[in-house]
């Protein structure tokens, strides 16, 4: 089956340190896979995805994900933390049998001063 | 350009009660979602309409039923509430193999 697994529910990381979120999927062909952000009380906001072209995919708000085929891994990444990212983070990936999304489960960004 | 609506934005209900989840998209997309999100548990998707006039099952189904009324417009309806459905729900719509714009919310409680 086509899924996504988010290690980690709960990242604490320092305002300028280095933000890592790590997404592994299972999938027997290439795969569409996408991170969201989800600031408290909103909807999801899509932050970037990866189509097949590039495997550095670069988004909004400074945030960058590589996919790593070998590693079967799609890791976010953010050099430097601010107080505003402070949210949810959710990794998905489109299942190519019927088109719908997996979501992971998610991981929650606290940010310290 | 408002992107994906939603009301109400909260409710609370009793055992037994129902009510009708609303949901509009200006983007013109042909696909539409219905999700609910639990602590610890991501996104479930509850129903899906690939186009006008089609509805499909997800993954979590029982306990509700949806229409889609015109291409913008698709509905969520709990005909007897439970306190399992407790929950924020969200719509969402896309077009095919492209992301997926989710709506502000809705923070459901049941009594």
């Known amino acids: 089956a086509q899924s996504v697994t988010q290690l980690g529910s709960h990242v604490s990381v320092s305002e300028g340190a280095l933000v890592l979120l790590r997404c592994n999927y299972s999938s027997s062909v290439p795969p569409y896979l996408f991170w969201y952000v989800q600031y408290p009380n909103q909807g999801l906001q899509l932050l970037l995805k990866y189509t097949s072209a590039a495997t550095l995919v670069k988004g909004i708000n400074g945030f960058e994900a590589e996919f790593k085929k070998s590693e079967t891994s799609f890791h976010l990444t953010k050099p430097s933390a601010h107080m505003s990212d402070a949210a949810e983070y959710f990794c998905?990936?489109?299942?190519?049998?019927?088109?719908?999304?997996?979501f992971g489960a998610g991981t929650t960004v606290t940010v310290r001063a | 350009n408002a992107g994906v609506t939603q009301t109400p934005k909260f409710q609370v209900l009793k055992t037994g009660q129902s009510m009708t989840l609303q949901c509009a998209q200006d983007?013109?997309?042909?696909?539409m979602y219905w999700y609910r999100q639990d602590p610890g548990m991501g996104l479930r998707l509850i129903y899906y309409s690939a186009s006008e006039g089609t509805t499909d099952k997800g993954e979590v189904p029982n306990g509700y039923n949806v229409s889609r009324l015109n291409k913008r417009e698709f509905s969520l309806r709990l005909e007897s509430a439970a306190p399992s459905q407790t929950s924020v729900y969200f719509c969402?719509?896309?077009?095919?193999?492209?992301?997926?714009?989710f709506g502000p919310g809705t923070r459901l409680t049941v009594l």
């Open positions: 998905a990936l489109l299942r190519s049998n019927d088109y719908k999304l997996s």
């Open positions: 969402a719509s896309s077009e095919f193999k492209n992301e997926q714009f």
């Open positions: 983007m013109n997309h042909n696909s």
